[in-house]
């Protein structure tokens, strides 16, 4: 089987992130390719964050009701957690080795189409002495 990830670093842009995902599930549908192409979020800065907003809105909620003020600062925490986190996609392409010529054209295709184009891009492949790490954070994530 010729096994490869394609890690794409979006940094902070959701919006790239999201046309990137429409992009891969459009191809899927389109060239029927099933699960020969799988992909998975990984956004990192959240968990501390996340922790940290959840004390501090079940803090900010005790106060308001005290003072009756409404529920503003849970709005305010949540955006700024957002902006705070790194988005990358990993992208896994899983083709048998009778399928070589559509294996290399879609590792060529995938970094050069406009979405992927912006994002710090990484390729792992199975032959890779990292590759096995990344397999596996890749089947950890959701």
Do not use: C
Not at 54 to 78: C, M, R, Y
Not at 86 to 108: G, P
């Amino acid at each position: 089987m010729a096994q490869s990830i394609l890690i794409f670093d979006f940094g902070k842009n959701e919006e790239a992130a999201q046309q990137a995902r429409h992009k891969i599930e459009s191809w899927k549908q389109a060239f029927r390719l099933g699960t020969k192409i799988s992909m998975k979020f990984e956004r990192t800065g959240t968990e501390e964050k996340s922790e940290a907003s959840e004390q501090k809105t079940s803090a900010d909620t005790k106060n308001s009701a005290k003072k009756k003020t409404g529920a503003t600062g849970p709005e305010k925490s949540a955006p700024s957690n957002a902006a705070d986190e790194r988005i990358k996609l990993l992208v896994r392409l899983d083709f048998s080795d009778h399928e070589k010529l559509s294996y290399q054209r879609w590792l060529d295709r995938i970094p050069a189409e406009e979405p992927f184009k912006s994002a710090k891009s990484e390729t792992a492949r199975q032959n890779d002495e990292s590759y096995a790490a990344i397999a596996e954070r890749f089947d950890s994530l959701d």
